[in-house]
């Protein structure tokens, strides 16, 4: 097999025998069949859109890929990324069956690879602390659960994995323990505020303590203390290794004089190269671990620093840490390679935004993280496509430049007349102050300030890490440029290997949108446009929502609004040229036959019902006596169209044009209706199409009392609706927006200016409507309704009823108060709508996952309704942290939004960008 000879190949693992059980000793085979069925399962998962992670869905896959790793290191010693290479395997043997996982390989090898990693970092700790564990049991066959927790909390390992390792010993877990220990992390997990514990951070009380006792502020200076043998991209930093003394404890408000397992704590060190949250950049990650005792370690999960002393904060993992006690500090250096290289490229897109816009680009903020950095910055409006190529190119030629990085510190009135120095001058810089400088020794400016050399570089006062060439930031990529506040901008961009991915990416869309683009072009045909302009929608979103370049985004969703257009004139042009053909064959027909009585024809045109109207106005121009009807068939949406005319005449003889569609309306599927002169129908079943014909010309006779008929058919209302309501309302929304698909004319009339208010009303000449659904059941067509499936029809109700007595008042509720003051009572209400109505949303967007549209594969009511209920949330609360959690929803929700029948009632609608 395929799989088992590339295991064999890229582990030299001995043959595979096809052992099981107590045959298979040392349980080569089973992790043959472990990473070969993994593999297959990852490569599949992952094509489709699968994201490890660590709740759901996701969640499996991360317990299968670590289950994967596990057995590949410590059943086949295989190296790191080895697991990751058998995606090229799986992908020549499932490609023709399964071609999306052809569609861009590599990204499942950079997933795979980046969980293998940062499981890595801690399978070797947490499996000690496991054997420890074990060996201390001496005769007991349980393993405490507070242990198995700590695994999972710390380590990351889950409970069926931990299970898995202590069966292959013979023992097994406390689950009861698990569970409490489990349900006392989250109770002190819910206590947390700003990510910090309040029991452990560093209030101005235990300041003034530590101050009155003597203790110095911390020596955070080793975390400078790294270095780089060469220039070459993307080379790594060798960082050099740093002991502190433990010199205060901090937990449950207090200073400790000792911590054990499982409890969290905050660490003073008297020197550490850990580097603390501040000036933007996001604090490190790692471990301490004791000098004189390699089994007692603590996970540091974040560092603070507050009056000069650096607060490690993080879980003790095993054994007992006391203060005056030495620790080995061990930074996560992968992460803070990244975080360095995202920091120095912040510094270069500081530089190349001001030669781009000037020096009124003044930045406003920052964070710098392992995955991506931010960068806000001050500028009147949003920045042109050709401005973000301009500042994204000017960032990679510094770059590609490969300039040296300086940092050193100065007088700070030195170097506040740095020319060209770029600073948030409103904060406050200690002195001397750090200057950071890509390509001019800073010794060089402090001698000439004045020097106009600093303009045309990164010259910035900076207390960060930083890389100490340009070029090793790797790719450097724009994903986005947005407003945050008015007159403020933020970019958001990423380096190394995430810009790669971002660029290749993007590559493969532009691709996919090439060939698009040659397949409609090459199309003469037009009888793909419903199928295209579908496609455009899709690919629409999906560039939408795509990390790539920011000007790329742009320039591809102009290629696809230009195809739109395109099409959309080629549509506009086929139609009046199918209306030329139409009208042109019915009138050689009826001069043909001039005073007949009854016409029944079948023309060419497709869903064009207003040609067959013109055709209708020819025939009665040409023939006034004749009672006509015509019917067009469009095979490509399944779809039969009539439209009748009647004159006065033949009406008085008892043949009417409304009764002469319902004639044909039960063979056609559909419905129908007008009025005594004139009438039209529309369905669905186009195979009985000769049935139909002979019908229609069987009722014509029979009521005008001839032999010869003629067949017609009709479509067309003149029933007068009146709606009243509030214009921009979301009930009248729904009202119109239906009105719009099944080509019933509204007349809209203002009665109450609140907002959101639910007053609506529709007025015909027979019936007046009050509440939402039912006018919405007035108003919709048949395919709106499904009428075509009794139990797809009964799925619409149920959805309706659900949105109006279940989501509507929840979004009300959330909402609604938003928008206005309210009392402490409202917001508590708030509070609880919001939480039932994010829940409601999980279960939605999950049903949404394979779905896209809420019953079956076209829009409903059901959709539509839904829809309107939610356009409040997205325009004022939705912001894109809540998009980004409830994607499938909102593709769902932005394919409704981007149907032509929607933009006509919704037109000037804009997503929310920051939550009121």
């Known amino acids: 097999m395929p799989l088992f000879a590339a295991i064999e190949e890229g582990t030299g693992a001995p043959p595979y025998q096809g052992k099981v059980g107590a045959d298979d000793i040392n349980g080569i085979d089973m992790a043959y069949r472990v990473l070969a069925d993994h593999a297959r399962t990852l490569t599949i998962a992952l094509a489709d859109g699968g994201v490890p992670d660590n709740t759901g869905r996701g969640y499996v896959l991360r317990r299968i890929l670590r289950r994967a790793v596990r057995y590949a290191t410590e059943k086949l010693n295989a190296k790191q990324g080895f697991f990751g290479s058998l995606v090229n395997v799986v992908v020549d043997l499932l490609g023709d069956v399964f071609p999306e996982v052809r569609k861009d390989p590599q990204s499942i090898i950079e997933i795979i690879n980046e969980e293998e990693s940062q499981f890595l970092k801690t399978l070797s700790r947490g499996r000690n602390l496991l054997n420890r564990t074990i060996a201390k049991l001496e005769s007991a066959d349980t393993v405490p659960g507070d242990v198995a927790w ?17 069966e292959e010993k013979g023992l097994k877990i406390d689950m009861a323990g698990y569970e409490e220990a489990k349900k006392q992390a989250q109770l002190i997990s819910q206590n947390k505020a700003g990510g910090v514990d309040d029991q452990i951070n560093l209030d101005v009380h235990a300041i003034t303590e530590l101050q009155k006792q003597g203790v110095k502020p911390t020596d955070d200076s080793p975390k400078y203390d790294y270095k780089v043998t060469t220039e070459i991209k993307y080379k790594e930093y060798e960082f050099v290794p740093c002991t502190g003394t433990v010199i205060a404890l901090r937990r449950a408000k207090t200073f400790v004089d000792e911590v054990s397992s499982g409890e969290e704590v905050g660490i003073l060190l ?15 990650e790692g471990f301490l671990v004791k000098v004189d005792d390699e089994t007692t370690e603590i996970r540091i999960k974040n560092v603070q620093v507050r009056a000069g002393y650096v607060l490690h904060i993080g879980t003790v993992g095993e054994g007992t840490l006391r203060k005056g006690d030495k620790v080995h500090t061990n930074v996560d250096t992968e992460r803070r390679r990244f975080v360095m290289a995202n920091h120095s490229a912040t510094h270069v897109l500081n530089c190349a935004l001001r030669k781009v816009l000037g020096t009124k680009a003044d930045q406003k903020g920052s964070l710098v993280a392992p995955d991506r950095l931010r960068f806000d910055f001050t500028n009147k409006g949003p920045m042109t496509g050709g401005q973000l190529q301009d500042t994204e190119q000017l960032a ?20 506040k007349t740095i020319q060209g120095l770029r600073a948030m001058f409103e904060e406050t810089y200690p002195d001397p102050v750090r200057v950071v400088s890509v390509g001019i020794p800073v010794e060089n400016l402090e001698k000439d300030p004045l020097s106009t050399a600093a303009l045309e570089t990164s010259v910035e006062f900076c207390g960060g890490t930083h890389l100490h060439y340009t070029s090793h930031i790797g790719n450097f990529t724009i994903i986005s440029e947005d407003a945050i506040a008015k007159g403020i901008r933020r970019i958001v961009a990423l380096t190394g290997p995430e810009a790669a991915k971002a660029l290749r990416t993007g590559m493969l869309l532009q691709r996919q949108l090439s060939q698009f683009q040659a397949t409609i072009e090459d199309d003469q045909s037009g009888t793909n446009s419903k199928e295209y302009v579908r496609e455009i929608v899709e690919l629409t979103e999906e560039i939408s929502h795509a990390l790539i370049p920011a000007y790329w985004k742009d320039c591809m969703r102009n290629t696809l609004k230009n195809l739109k257009k395109s099409l959309d004139d080629k ?39 207003k040609a067959l109207d013109q055709a209708l106005k020819k025939i009665r121009a040409i023939s006034p006596e004749t009672s006509a009807l015509l019917i067009s068939v469009d095979h490509d949406v399944k779809k039969i169209f009539a439209l009748s005319s009647v004159p006065k005449s033949a009406v008085s003889k008892g043949l009417k044009a409304n009764e002469w569609i319902q004639a044909i309306t039960s063979l056609m599927q559909g419905k129908g209706g007008g009025k005594s002169e004139s009438a039209q129908a529309s369905g669905s079943n186009i195979v009985r199409l000769n049935e139909i014909v002979s019908k229609a010309n069987e009722f014509a006779d029979q009521k005008l009392g001839i032999t010869k008929t003629f067949r017609l058919l009709n479509t067309g209302s003149s029933l007068k609706l009146v709606l009243y309501g509030n214009i921009g309302n979301i009930k009248c929304y729904l009202a119109q927006i239906i009105a719009q698909y099944s080509g019933k004319c509204l007349t809209i009339k203002q009665v109450d200016n609140r907002i959101l208010s639910s007053d609506i009303m529709l007025e015909t000449a027979n019936v007046t409507l009050h509440d939402s659904n039912a006018i919405a059941f007035f108003l919709s067509n048949s395919q709106l309704r499904r009428d075509d499936d009794l139990f797809a029809c009964s799925q619409v109700l149920q959805w309706m009823s659900y949105v109006q007595n279940h989501i509507l008042p929840m979004v009300y509720g959330w909402v609604l108060p938003s928008l206005v003051s309210v009392s402490k009572d409202t917001k508590i209400n708030i509070k609880i709508s919001k939480a039932d109505l994010l829940c409601a949303l999980r279960k939605l967007d999950d049903v949404m996952h ?21 356009l409040p949330l997205y325009e004022y609360v939705f912001d894109p942290h809540y998009r980004e959690q409830y994607s499938n929803i909102t593709r769902w929700f932005s394919t409704i939004l981007n149907q032509p029948q929607v933009k006509c009632v919704i037109k000037n609608f804009s997503f929310c960008t920051e939550a009121m």
């Open 150 to 166: 700590r695994l999972y909390d710390t380590y990351g390992f889950p409970i069926d994995l931990t299970q898995l390792m202590t």
């Open 270 to 284: 008297d020197r550490t190269n850990f580097y603390a949250e501040q000036g933007g950049q996001i604090y490190d």
């Open 396 to 415: 990679n030629n510094m770059i590609i430049e490969n300039e040296k990085i300086y940092a050193k510190e100065s007088n700070l009135a030195i170097a």
């Open 571 to 609: 549509e506009r042009a086929a139609k009046a040229t199918v209306a030329t053909t139409v009208v042109q064959t019915a009138q050689s027909i009826i001069e043909s036959k001039v005073g007949c009585q009854v016409l029944v024809e079948v023309l060419e045109a497709y869903s064009n019902t």
């Open 850 to 870: 394979t779905r896209t549209y809420l019953i079956g594969e076209r829009i409903t009511l059901a959709d539509i309704s839904f829809f309107t209920a939610l």
